[in-house]
């Protein structure tokens, strides 16, 4: 059966690696999945080679563009940790949409401040995009006047990150997980 030969995992990516299938220089999100059945994964999306987290890295193309089409809508949740403190209407502005010099301002995210540190002049919070421009929760930060110093992807839709999963390591996405992830359930 084709079906079978889909594989869908679920990989917690340590900064320094790359979000590609292939790289001269540095490891790929590809060459950490080590027992992969097949030659043709590809990781769904990417995270900057410094950003850690949630990626998903599968061989279904249907699926990987169903979680990447504006259309479809899947939020991403981040947490961030940064050098400097937001203005009181950040939450609002982000709620807005930032211009970060794209052709378009951000569509509307939302934050939430877990910490600031008034004495550091640092704070830690969550972001939760509905798309994924290049360096975007760093851009759109750095508008707000501060400074990412840490990024780690948490969520893909209503699916979290496995706790128990150490950077570097993976797991195959549960039926459960794909069911959230799509919206749709395929055991029919």
Do not use: W
Not at 56 to 77: E, W, Y
Not at 154 to 179: C, F, H, W
């Amino acid at each position: 059966n084709y079906e079978k030969s889909y594989e869908y995992y679920m990989l917690n990516k340590p900064g320094g690696v790359v979000s590609a299938t292939e790289d001269r220089r540095d490891t790929t999100v590809i060459d950490l999945i080590k027992d992969k059945k097949r030659k043709d994964l590809f990781p769904v999306g990417r995270l900057d080679k410094d950003t850690e987290g949630f990626l998903i890295v599968t061989n279904d193309g249907a699926f990987s563009h169903r979680l990447m089409s504006p259309r479809h809508h899947v939020d991403k949740t981040y947490y961030f940790e940064a050098e400097g403190l937001l203005a009181e209407d950040a939450k609002k502005q982000v709620l807005l949409g930032i211009d970060i010099g794209d052709e378009k301002p951000t569509l509307p995210a939302q934050l939430t401040v877990l910490k600031a540190d008034q004495g550091k002049q640092t704070i830690c919070g969550t972001i939760i995009l509905q798309e994924g421009r290049y360096h975007q929760v760093k851009r759109m930060l750095l508008k707000l006047g501060v400074k990412v110093t840490y990024l780690k992807r948490t969520a893909i839709g209503s699916v979290l990150l496995d706790p128990s999963l150490a950077k570097g390591t993976y797991r195959a996405l549960t039926k459960e997980e794909m069911k959230q992830l799509t919206g749709e359930d395929n055991n029919e």
